[in-house]
């Protein structure tokens, strides 16, 4: 069994991300959410697909980190709804979209920095595993019991050769790769990275975008980045917002070609292919 085979192999309950033909994998509907006074989301609606890069754009302030907040569980939605794959998921807590099939990264890089690239992802995949397995921090840490999904996503991320070095101990590039790895390892229908070429260099950003446009081979990829080239060269669908409300949404020809969009954000910006 070679590593993607593994990988895909290790998905519970066969293909996570199989959905009936024409419909949304994630959809979000009208969905509101306050803060006191302050109305962050205004009614915001989006249709992601499925083995599809959906991005979202917009400048500090739109919305997006909000949006994706309330679509992984991280904060309560005010009013709407939100469906994954045909299950209404609009008040359940984090955890329990992570076992349904949510994964998220964060802009800022979380791990355990004193652990082996090995062992933060073990962690990760046993944070979805039976309860059971994690009885106790030494029987998890002191056993492979996800080797070939570990072995699978190392070597999807070019993690492989550094597999027994600390989180503390590996560049920022592959900090980041091992981020998003920790998402991976939950076996997700959809994952969101939130700003994951934040900080990296050009060799770096070209290597994640490889990734991020590989995963669609297997799940669907929610995106908030601020990079044009990445958004426009390997988005699918992006949905562009303006204080708290959806502008535009289309391909990137579209959106390139918005008139609206072009004033509001993006202007000499707006590169790539597509």
């Known amino acids: 069994m070679d590593a993607r085979e593994a990988f895909e192999n290790r998905q519970p309950d066969g293909p996570r991300n199989a959905v009936h033909a024409g419909r ?52 309560p939605l005010t009013s709407g709804a939100i469906h994954l794959d045909g299950r209404n998921i609009s008040h359940l807590p984090d955890h329990a979209r992570v076992q349904l099939g949510v994964a998220r990264s964060f802009q800022v890089t979380s791990l355990f920095p004193s652990l082996t690239v090995r ?95 590989g995963l669609r081979s297997d799940l669907t990829v929610v995106l908030i980045e601020h990079n044009m080239g990445i958004v426009m060269d390997i988005s699918d669908t992006i949905t562009v917002m303006h204080l708290g409300k959806v502008l535009v949404e289309g391909t990137p020809r579209a959106v390139r070609q918005d008139e609206a969009v072009r004033r509001a954000y993006l202007g000499n910006m707006m590169t790539g292919g597509r």
């Open 119 to 213: 062992e933060n992802l073990r962690l990760a995949a046993q944070g979805v595993a039976p309860r059971q397995a994690m009885r106790f921090w030494s029987g998890p840490l002191g056993r492979d019991a996800h080797g070939d999904l570990i072995g699978a996503i190392a070597e999807r991320l070019g993690l492989l050769r550094v597999l027994d070095r600390t989180s503390s101990q590996l560049s920022h590039g592959q900090q980041r790769r091992l981020e998003v790895g920790l998402a991976l390892a939950a076996r997700p229908k959809v994952i969101f990275l939130d700003e994951p070429t934040s900080g990296m260099g050009i060799d770096d950003i070209d290597s994640m975008k490889a990734i991020i446009a």
């Open 24 to 75: 949304p994998l994630l959809l979000a509907d009208n969905v509101v959410k306050r803060y006191g006074k302050f109305q962050a989301l205004s009614g915001v609606s989006l249709s992601v697909q499925p083995n599809t890069v959906h991005s979202v754009i917009g400048p500090n302030g739109a919305g997006k980190t909000t949006l994706f907040h309330t679509l992984t569980g991280t904060v």
